[in-house]
Every structure is written in C-alpha cells, then in structure tokens.
C-alpha cells in the first residue's frame, strides 16, 4: 500500500514533465518566417505634424540683478557664460604657470564662473514676467529691511 501512494503522487507529475518537455522542444524547432530584406515594415503609426513650442519667459538673476528673457536665450547665455569661465581660467593658468618659473608669488585670485539662475517659474507672456519681477524684487527689499539687527535690551547693572 505504501507503493500505492507514490504512484499516485508520482503519476500526474510525471505526465506534466512529459508534456512540459515535448512543448518546450517543439516551440525552439519553430523559427519565425523570414522577411525579405527589400520589403519594409508597415508603419501604423499617423504622422502628426509637430507642434512648434511657445516662447516662454522667465526672471532670471544675473550677479544679484533679476532680468527678463526668453526661455531660449537663458541656455545660449549659459553656454556663453561656460566658454568665458573656460578661456578666463585657461588664462589664469598660464599666468599662474609663468609666475610659478619665474618665481614670482602669483597673487590673483581664481576666475569666478558666472551661472544665471531662473528664479520663479516661466509665464507666458513678457507683461507677466515683468510683474512677477516686480514682485521678487519687492521681497527682496522687505527681505533687506528685515535683516537689520534687532536692537538688545541693555541688561541692568543692578543685578
């Protein structure tokens, strides 16, 4: 009877592996029908004409002086900025360089690289970029005003 019970448990899984195994190896002898080379691919997809983006704005702050311009114009300032940082340091080397075999203390200081900063989000028209500049520049100043020290109340000597 112990027998018995193996078989039954053994039966079924047998059958599964056999199954399994004449699946699997009739699938790999199966090789997807070949294309001919000259013959393209149908493109299903509708080509849709691209929409041109519109010209954003934004406030951009510039050695702490916030300015208005286009979207556009911030990434070519930017690289603008990069080459300058790049030559000015290039320079700087070499000066740095000739005092160095000349034996001279070389005391200028390291170029500075100059980065605009977007500050608020971008609008769609110049009249409210200017309005949201405005209104930076407006905390700024309360900010300013803010920051002079509080004035202490003199302890007493008494104690």
């Given at each position: 009877m112990h027998q018995a019970r193996h078989l039954r448990i053994?039966?079924?899984?047998?059958?599964?592996?056999?199954?399994?195994?004449a699946t699997t190896a009739s699938a790999k002898d199966k090789k997807p029908p070949k294309r001919n080379e000259t013959e393209k691919p149908k493109d299903t997809r509708v080509e849709r004409p691209k929409r041109e983006k519109a010209e954003r704005y934004m406030v951009v702050e510039s050695d702490g002086e916030l300015v208005v311009m286009k979207s556009s114009e911030l990434a070519e300032r930017n690289k603008a900025l990069g080459s300058e940082y790049q030559a000015a340091f290039k320079k700087y080397r070499e000066?740095?360089?000739?005092?160095?075999?000349a034996g001279e203390k070389f005391t200028e200081p390291?170029?500075?690289?100059?980065s605009l900063r977007r500050r608020g989000s971008s609008y769609k028209t110049e009249e409210e970029a200017s309005v949201a500049r405005a209104k930076l520049l407006e905390a700024r100043d309360k900010l300013k005003g803010s920051r002079k020290?509080?004035?202490?109340?003199?302890?007493d000597k008494d104690l």
């Open positions: 053994r039966a079924p899984a047998v059958c599964f592996l056999i199954l399994f195994v000066e740095m360089k000739a005092a160095k075999d390291r170029p500075v690289k100059k020290p509080a004035a202490r109340p003199e302890k």
